[in-house]
């Protein structure tokens, strides 16, 4: 779902492609110490400093690093072990800028020192937000009547040990109140974590179908189709740098209105109005990239397993199991400045009698470039991208000369990409209606990405499917 925040984004990063800077955003080594010394050379980490958190724990930095202080290491070793905890440091999304030195104390014992620019963390914000699957779909009807407006209050970092505060209240195309609180770790070790949340929603249309690839919609004016309450706690554990597991149980609570389970019987099952089941969730996350907001090297592994409906509270017996597994993999060519990246989804639902409700296939979260105007229900489905990019312009960092460091300090990279995407559904009951249903589909195309600080992405892309329609379309997340 798109959401416009930081509509000044868009102009700090257009003149920032323009303007001059320094090279990189991400890690920084005093070129002139390793210059002057036998990288094979064994050194004795001697202190490790970080300077600029004035709000985040120095037990919170201490955790994503790969070394510490005692260790014995040649210094290329330590290069490069400097710049994994760079990454790391940059991932929890806590900072704008991550950058190092190493220094010598007295011969063969060294100092490093992290240099931390945080972001802001309070962002009281109002909420614009699309209602449909993507800005794509959206932009066919400009309808300002299938908007979302409201406010948010989020505390990142909360704290200062990377903790999550978040109030949400929105109205529109659907009204909605959630609270949630996340704390990474709460065990002395540091390995295990906790958040709890809570969400009501409303929302009068309701997509209850498709037909010919495209939603069918109920709705009753002046009365919502469709309420929600969702009640979870989430424990993860996280026993080293690049390894995370999460177990969750949610409560969930769902009712429509009786003329709408008599228009399809199918949305609930069986015909029913309301219902309500404990959901069980596991995840198991592998987090090897250099850049979450916009890989370049390493991969990235999840495997999902959950079961809605438990036999305990759940009133008709719903007992929908679902399997879902995501690998990516990026790296870079022999060719300078040229990079690759794939990605494959894999999800299987392999219960018998599945609610509408509950099923997603291509359109949504998951969707094939070229096909953003359609959706494709169904219980299983493979999707493959991929992506062969090329750096226009590197990454290039500029001061806006006003305001905080938090937000005048911006950093922006341009990236030309061609790209093949391939995917399909298979769908055992409404495939009839739906002929994008159980086929191979696929697209090429070519795009610019638009990368800048905060974690924000900006891509034109242009793609012909495999019906030999083209388009231009417009996103805000990574492609890979």
């Not at 090279?23 to 400093?49: C, H, N, P, Q, W």
């Not at 390894?243 to 003329?259: E, L, N, P, W």
């Amino acid at each position: 779902m798109f959401r416009r925040e930081l509509p000044a984004l868009i102009v700090f990063a257009f003149f920032s492609v323009l303007s001059p800077g320094a090279s990189g955003f991400f890690v920084s080594l005093d070129e002139r110490y390793m210059g002057a010394l036998d990288t094979s050379k064994t050194v004795v980490v001697g202190s490790i400093r970080f300077e600029g958190n004035q709000i985040t724990r120095e037990n919170i930095l201490r955790r994503e690093m790969t070394f510490s202080e005692g260790d014995t290491l040649q210094l290329h070793e330590l290069s490069k072990e400097c710049e994994v905890s760079s990454s790391l440091l940059f991932n929890t999304r806590l900072f704008n800028f991550v950058e190092y030195t190493i220094a010598e104390l007295v011969p063969g014992e060294i100092e490093v020192v992290f240099k931390l620019v945080e972001r802001w963390y309070w962002w009281p914000q109002l909420l614009l937000e699309l209602a449909d699957p993507n800005f794509n779909t959206w932009w066919q009807t400009r309808d300002p009547m299938r908007i979302n407006y409201g406010f948010e209050l989020y505390r990142q970092n909360f704290r200062g040990s990377n903790q999550d505060l978040k109030v949400r209240c929105k109205t529109g195309y659907t009204k909605e109140f959630g609270l949630s609180y996340r704390i990474p770790f709460f065990s002395r070790n540091q390995q295990v974590g906790l958040q709890l949340g809570w969400s009501y929603r409303e929302q009068d249309e309701i997509t209850i179908g498709t037909r010919n690839n495209q939603r069918e919609f109920y709705l009753e004016p002046g009365n919502p189709g469709r309420t929600e309450q969702i009640a979870n706690v989430e424990i993860t554990y996280r026993p080293g740098l690049f390894v995370k597991y999460t177990g969750s149980i949610a409560y969930v609570h769902t009712q429509v209105r009786d003329s709408l389970a008599e228009y399809n019987p199918d949305y609930l099952a069986n015909g029913e109005s309301f219902i309500r089941y404990l959901k069980l969730f596991y995840s198991m996350q592998v987090e090897k990239r250099d850049n979450r907001a916009y890989p370049l090297r390493g991969y990235f592994i999840q495997t999902d397993i959950s079961q809605r409906g438990m036999g305990l509270i759940n009133t008709d017996g719903l007992g929908v199991f679902e399997m879902a597994a995501s690998l990516k993999a990026y790296f870079p060519l022999p060719l300078e400045h040229c990079y690759f990246a794939a990605g494959l989804r894999l999800k299987a639902v392999p219960t018998a009698n599945i609610p509408y409700y509950v099923q997603e296939g291509l359109g949504y979260g998951s969707y094939l470039r070229g096909y953003e105007y359609f959706v494709v229900d169904g219980q299983q489905l493979a999707l493959l991208r991929s992506n062969l990019k090329y750096e226009l312009l590197g990454k290039r960092e500029f001061n806006l000369g006003f305001g905080p460091e938090k937000f005048s300090r911006v950093h922006t990279a341009l990236w030309l990409n061609i790209f093949a995407d391939a995917g399909k559904v298979w769908d055992r009951y409404y495939a009839a209606e739906n002929p994008l249903s159980n086929r191979w589909l696929g697209s090429v195309g070519v795009g610019l990405d638009l990368v800048t600080y905060y974690d924000r992405v900006f891509r034109l892309e242009w793609a012909i499917n495999k019906f030999r329609k083209p388009g231009v379309y417009l996103h805000f997340v990574q492609p890979i």
